[in-house]
């Protein structure tokens, strides 16, 4: 079975912090996924990594998938207010389950001002 | 461009009572649709999917159903509510790899 995990679940930080979070698999994934939701809307895409150790920035944010393709990171430098909000991860299901996707639980942040 | 809709926004119903949420999708043809849950705070649990009219694949046996009339069209069903059913309701289509998201009905069984 396909899962992924995210950590931490909860982080609160001060506005200018840098921070990282974890999305991690015992599976190899073709590609993963990272999306922001804020409060009471749709979950929003981010970002695609595809290829084992790709490298991907988005103004300050930074996201890595692992060589192996079974984790990614996103790294958030100077944190700002804007960035609160649920991050999740996600990835395509295998073979029979292709049309699937597996989402990982989201790790909550607030930036506080 | 491609617009996913989704209403009602917000939904209070009694226990009981039959539900209905439509979601509808513009710019695209012959779309993977979705249907997921999400407790406040959490992740998402995907209840059901489409790849096709009529084809729909479910992921949570419960008092729930879904179906797909029209290409672009899926419908999440319910009879009989229950107060586990209260949630904030999404609906999505797929291209290639990645999601794109309704704004959510924000559902609460009283």
């Known amino acids: 079975t396909q899962l992924l995990e995210q950590s931490p679940q909860f982080l609160s930080i001060q506005e200018g912090e840098n921070l990282t979070v974890y999305c991690n698999s015992s599976s190899v994934f073709s590609s993963l996924q990272w999306y922001r939701q804020e409060p009471g809307e749709g979950p929003v895409l981010l970002v695609t990594v595809v290829t084992g150790g790709e490298v991907k920035k988005l103004k300050r944010l930074t996201f890595q998938f692992g060589d192996a393709r079974k984790d990614s990171s996103l790294h958030i430098t100077a944190a700002q207010p804007g960035d609160t909000g649920l991050y999740l991860c996600?990835?395509?299901?295998?073979?029979?389950?292709?049309?699937?996707?597996?989402f990982g639980p989201g790790t909550s942040l607030s930036v506080i001002p | 461009s491609q617009t996913i809709h989704q209403w009602p926004a917000t939904l209070v119903q009694p226990v009981g009572s039959p539900l209905s949420l439509e979601c509808t999708v513009e710019g695209t043809s012959n779309p993977n649709l979705y249907w997921y849950r999400q407790a406040a705070g959490r992740g998402l649990q995907l209840l059901f999917y489409s790849v096709g009219i009529g084809q729909i694949s479910s992921e949570v046996p419960q008092n729930l159903s879904a179906s797909r009339p029209q290409d672009r069209q899926f419908i999440l069903s319910s009879k009989k509510l229950l107060l586990s059913d209260s949630g904030f309701y999404l609906c999505a289509w797929r291209l290639s790899y990645e999601q794109y998201f309704g704004p959510g009905t924000r559902l609460t069984v009283t």
């Open positions: 996600a990835g395509p299901g295998i073979k029979t389950s292709y049309d699937k996707v597996i």
